[in-house]
């Protein structure tokens, strides 16, 4: 029952969190229950609190209602609880996005949509991880930063069926600025992918702005619409002001199974 009750207290602090972000960064404007508008999928409990799959789901996608523009990714308790914000464009089939993140303790995570008609909605979960944003570097941290920049596109399977989405990896090493060097046992500075943008041709899939929750080798999985021509091409900066891009004429074709860390069989 103490635990239990701990737990309680643990949310309900959690909420009160929530409250400060939500004047800081919405002020006054109403933000309706989500539920019909979009889903968060993340596990209860992390099995790596530095690699949390998540995947925010348009459910509004092919319908008549008024679609989803701007989405919001919050997780109440890491050093920079506003994570990520995404702005989608003509050439998006979806506001669909699934990536991996880091939690630096149990918290609340919340995902915030804005529709074409100005109305904001929010689905949250709850999540029981911690030391993700302060988990060791890797031990090659040089052959990190001699392959910072390369990207791979691929078409992945989001199920049996034939339901897929189009994934864009990145490597970097996404230092949050918290870690440890484990070789040099030193605090390593902040170094990490601030923005992507995702064009089909010259039009816009979507346009990120991103904190370092995002875990190393960034990952994010999108939904392209099918009758916008022209290459995907995927520009990607970081807070070191470090520029990347590449283009793809066509896109590797989906793996049978596509698991989160991106491997396939």
Known sequence: MHTANADVQRRDQDEAAWKQLRAEHFGERTIADGQGVLALDAP????????????????RAGTDQPP???LWLVIDNNPVPMSAEFEF??????ATIAMRVRVNSYTYMRALAETADGQLYMVKRYVKASGGCSAPIGRDLDAARENMGQMRLRRVRVDDGDAMRTQLMIRHPNITGLQMDQLTRLVEPAHFVDAITIRKGDTLVFDSRMTFSLSANPSLQFNVAGTT??????????????????AWSAVAPAPRTTTDDGTTS
Do not use: C, W
């Open 68 to 70: 989803i523009r701007k």
């Open 44 to 59: 209860y409990r992390a099995e790596d609190p530095a690699v949390v799959p998540i995947t925010i789901t348009d459910e």
């Open 229 to 246: 021509e022209g290459e995907l091409k995927a520009h990607v900066h970081d807070n070191k002001g470090n520029e990347f891009e590449q």
């Open 89 to 94: 464009g003509p050439a998006a089939r979806s």
